[in-house]
C-alpha cells in the first residue's frame, strides 16, 4: 500500500472552477508539503505545513491556498483555476526527528483549459 | 543562474553501459538529495547524502562539499533504469526546504 496518496491522478478542468485536489499519508510525518511541476523547470514549493496549526507560503503560492484537516490529510485549492496552473502536482512528507528525507505521492496531473 | 544545475539535460546509453550525471550547487548545504522519476511521474528518493559515497546496488552516488558537486552513478546500466533522474539540495540553515535541479533524462537502449 502506498505511504502517500493523492486523488485525483488526473483531472481537467475549465477556466474559472475550484479544485481541490487531496493528499492523504500513513507513514506518522507532522510535515507535509506541496510542490508543482512544470516542463523544463524544476520542482518549485507552493506551501508546507509543519503540523496541523502551521502553514506557510512557498516560493509559488499565488493563486492557490491550502488545509491541513489532520496529521494525514493535507489539501490544495485553486479558488479560481486559470490555464497556466495546468502542471504536474506533487504532495510530499518528511520526518525530521529522523532524516528530513521527503516522500512523494505519485502526483496529480491537472489541465485547465 | 539555477542554484543548482545538472548535466546532461539529456542522456542517451546503451544497456550495460557506465552512466553518470552531474550535480552542481552553488549554495551552503546541509544535504544533497538524488530523486527518480519514472514516466508516469512518480517520484522515489534515491540517495540522501552529505558528505563521501554512498552506494545502492548499480547506484552510487558522491558528493564533494569543497568543490560543490555530486555526481550519481549507474553501473551496467539496464532499460528499466530510463527515467529523470533529480538532483536537489536541502540548503544550510534549513531544515525543511529542498531546492531542484531541472532533472536529467536518462534513455537506456536495450
Known amino acids: 500500500d502506498a505511504d502517500v496518496t493523492q486523488t485525483p491522478r488526473n483531472r481537467i478542468t475549465k477556466t474559472g472552477k475550484r479544485i481541490m485536489l487531496e493528499c492523504s499519508q500513513t507513514?506518522?510525518?507532522?510535515?507535509m508539503y506541496w510542490y508543482r511541476q512544470d516542463p523544463g523547470l524544476g520542482l518549485r514549493l507552493i506551501y508546507y505545513?509543519?503540523?496541523?496549526?502551521?502553514?506557510n507560503k512557498g516560493e509559488i503560492s499565488d493563486g492557490y491556498s491550502v488545509s491541513r484537516q489532520a496529521q494525514a490529510k493535507f489539501s490544495l485549492s485553486l479558488e479560481s483555476a486559470i490555464p497556466n496552473q495546468t502542471a504536474l502536482y506533487f504532495c510530499?512528507?518528511?520526518?525530521?526527528?529522523?532524516?528530513?528525507?521527503?516522500?512523494f505521492g505519485p502526483g496529480t496531473r491537472l489541465t485547465v483549459l | 543562474k539555477n542554484e543548482v544545475e545538472q548535466s546532461p539535460q539529456n542522456l542517451t546509453a546503451q544497456e550495460g553501459e557506465f552512466i553518470t550525471i552531474n550535480c552542481s550547487y552553488s549554495?551552503?548545504?546541509?544535504?544533497l538529495h538524488w530523486l527518480q522519476q519514472h514516466p508516469g511521474g512518480g517520484i522515489v528518493s534515491l540517495f540522501m547524502?552529505?558528505?563521501g559515497k554512498k552506494k545502492h546496488g548499480r547506484l552510487i552516488a558522491t558528493i564533494n562539499i569543497q568543490e560543490k558537486h555530486s555526481s550519481l552513478h549507474i553501473t551496467a546500466s539496464h532499460p528499466r533504469d530510463s527515467a529523470v533522474y533529480i538532483c536537489?539540495?536541502?540548503?544550510?540553515?534549513?531544515?525543511?526546504?529542498?531546492?531542484f535541479g531541472k532533472g536529467t533524462l536518462l534513455t537506456v537502449n536495450p
Open positions: 510530499a512528507t518528511s520526518d525530521p526527528t529522523r532524516t528530513h528525507e521527503q516522500f
Open positions: 507513514k506518522g510525518h507532522d510535515r
Open positions: 505545513s509543519f503540523d496541523v496549526k502551521d502553514i
Open positions: 549554495v551552503g548545504i546541509s544535504a
Open positions: 547524502l552529505s558528505s
Open positions: 536537489a539540495v536541502r540548503q544550510g540553515g534549513s531544515n525543511y526546504k529542498l531546492t
